[in-house]
């Protein structure tokens, strides 16, 4: 993952500038510490800006799906929302301006003050890493009025940011304008020892606006190895035309790993800067968060299966209290067979069943017919015990089986939906409404084989759903023979499917399973009315009539 950049700021500027200048304030939203929402509505068109200082996803882009991000809005608003919202909200931005060089933007704004003055007010987002911040100041005194966060001395000596003092810009980068550069003074610069390493961290570390992943993808892209003059002059012409924004052209990898402006990136295109920045860093959000969620449920499945286990370990160790328990009948049976034997602490009498003598051990106060129940009494307690344990086992095996499946579903999860089905089903959230659980109900993963709809149910929410809902009688059912695996469902009614459709599904089934990675595992298939519940727990279930694919 690559930062946001001081040219891509640049570029959703000079974007956007049109539709940012003269925009109204409408509503401001701080979902987080770290995070702001300004909604702005301009040529009868509504947006949201999204702000993000965040040291590891800092960046701003308009977004159109916050649930995508994992974004919620606090019920009480933090104390700089309420600031903001106090001078800024119903206001208009009258200028834009990103200060050269800077990765920071700053939106002014006319605020008239309780006297009836006329004051220039600017919200500043700095977009620098673990130094990123929001910034409301008066433009007029340059005061700042309030900071998403302080930054005291104890944090940086060199700049301090809170209400009531003075607002400084980030002190200047030693770097030079490539667009006032020379071609001579650059090809100078560069003709010597250089690799390609070396040579894009020294451009970099030359010019504002590039950055050392940009300077490689040009390099790249010019396809040289010997960096001699002739090739320095047309990697000095492509930067200039990057910076200047003359030929850009949108596009990230298909990892999402890196972006660019570049024209010949060679990356996947994106119709606009703003396209570019919010699917990039929302992807990346998407995933830190999903992994967290992820870290969250692992640990409580694998609490609740150390426990399982434990009770499991201790209710077999009752099983091998089975001989024991025929031994205490043996020796109330012996016992009842001899009732006129002495009474004595121990007694030594014959066993009939294996031919030998016994020795068991007697209650002086008692008579023999009592020591035999008394044996007896224990025989029965020590078997309803047994008895005990082996339900016990049968159902903490059950338990294990579906902590481990909830443990595999929440490994193939892909999205926050998938995630927040499985935390409500083990007992993480417990506000869900109805109507939202019956939205997440249609959250399937569906893809054409063949001209077929196929589905995917990768929890055991979708699992039910899927059988219950979507499935025809008709329709044919895929899944790993004898593990954990996604529910594959092909709706195929009464129509004839070819063998490549099949395979096809299989191989998709083998995908999400346990097994994904094995040279071939088995994978059974049957049609839909064949396969049902087998108990009260979603998602178990038993077949018949299956046949079997090798992929």
């Known amino acids: 993952m690559i930062n946001f950049d001081a040219l891509t700021l640049k570029a959703f500027v000079e974007e956007n500038r049109e539709f940012l200048t003269g925009a109204a304030i409408k509503k401001i939203q701080q979902p987080s510490r770290r995070e702001l929402l300004i909604q702005l509505r301009n040529n009868g068109e509504n947006k949201k ?18 649930q995508k991000r994992g974004i919620t809005i606090p019920n009480e608003a933090p ?67 309030g900071c998403a966060h302080n930054v005291g001395e104890e944090k940086s000596k060199y700049r301090e940011l809170a209400g009531t003092l003075p607002y400084i810009y980030p002190e200047k980068q030693n770097k030079s304008d490539i667009l006032s550069e020379s071609e ?24 504002y606006y590039l950055t050392n992943p940009l300077v490689k993808q040009v390099i790249k892209a010019l ?7 002739r090739f320095l002059k047309k990697l000095f012409l492509l930067l200039q035309k990057t910076v200047s924004l003359q030929d850009i052209k949108p596009s990230a990898d298909i990892e999402n790993n890196e972006f660019s402006l570049f024209t010949d990136s060679g990356f996947k295109p994106f119709p606009s800067v703003n396209k570019m920045i919010n699917d990039y860093f929302e992807h990346n959000m998407l995933q830190k968060l999903l992994k967290q969620r992820k870290q969250k449920i692992t640990l409580i499945l694998d609490s609740h299966i150390k426990k399982l286990l434990k009770q499991t370990e201790i209710f077999r160790a009752k099983l091998l209290e089975t001989e024991k328990a025929d031994n205490y009948k043996i020796k109330a049976d012996i016992l009842m067979m001899n009732i006129n034997a002495e009474i004595k602490p121990k ?27 008394r044996y007896y009494k224990l025989y029965k307690k020590t078997k309803t015990a047994i008895e005990y344990a082996e339900n016990k086992i049968e159902e903490t095996e059950a338990l294990l089986e579906e902590k481990e499946q909830q443990k595999f579903y929440t490994e193939i999860a892909s999205n926050l939906e998938e995630i927040e089905e499985i935390e409500e089903e083990i007992g993480i ?3 869900k409404t109805k109507e939202k659980r019956v939205k997440k109900e249609h959250n399937l993963d569906m893809r054409e084989i063949g001209g077929f709809k196929v589905y995917l149910g990768k929890n055991s929410v979708q699992n039910d759903y899927l059988l219950s809902k979507i499935a025809a009688p008709e329709d044919l059912w895929f899944h790993p023979l004898n593990m954990h695996g996604a529910h594959v469902i092909l709706k195929c009614g009464n129509q004839k499917v070819d063998d490549e459709v099949l395979l096809s599904c299989a191989k998709l089934a ?28 979603i998602a178990f279930v038993t077949y018949k009539n299956e046949k079997e694919i090798y992929c």
Do not use: W
Request: charged share 25%; proline share 2%; glycine share 4%.
């Open 429 to 431: 959230k417990t506000d």
């Open 347 to 373: 007694i030594t009498l014959f066993n009939p069943y294996d031919n030998q003598n016994t020795e068991i051990e007697l209650d002086t106060n008692c008579s023999i017919i009592q020591n035999a129940n």
């Open 223 to 229: 396809n040289g190895s010997d960096f001699d003059e």
């Open 184 to 207: 001579e003074n650059f090809v100078r610069k560069f003709t010597g020892n250089f690799d390609e390493i070396s040579l894009s961290f020294a451009v970099a570390n030359e010019y």
């Open 79 to 145: 104390m700089f929302c309420m600031l903001l919202r106090k001078y800024i909200q119903n206001g208009k931005i009258t200028k834009i301006v990103q200060p050269f060089g800077e990765r920071i933007l700053e939106m002014h704004f006319e605020y008239r003050d309780s006297l009836g003055d006329t004051n220039t007010i600017c919200l500043a987002a700095e977009l620098m890493g673990k130094y990123s911040n929001i910034i409301l100041y008066n433009f007029d005194t340059k005061i700042i009025i």
């Open 510 to 537: 083998k995908r999400f399973s346990k097994a994904q990675q094995n040279a071939k595992i088995p994978i059974i298939y049957t049609e839909r009315k064949y396969v049902k519940k087998a108990n009260s727990k």
């Open 49 to 66: 800006l999204y702000i993000n200082i965040n040291p590891e996803f800092f960046h701003l882009c308009f977004v159109e799906d916050t």
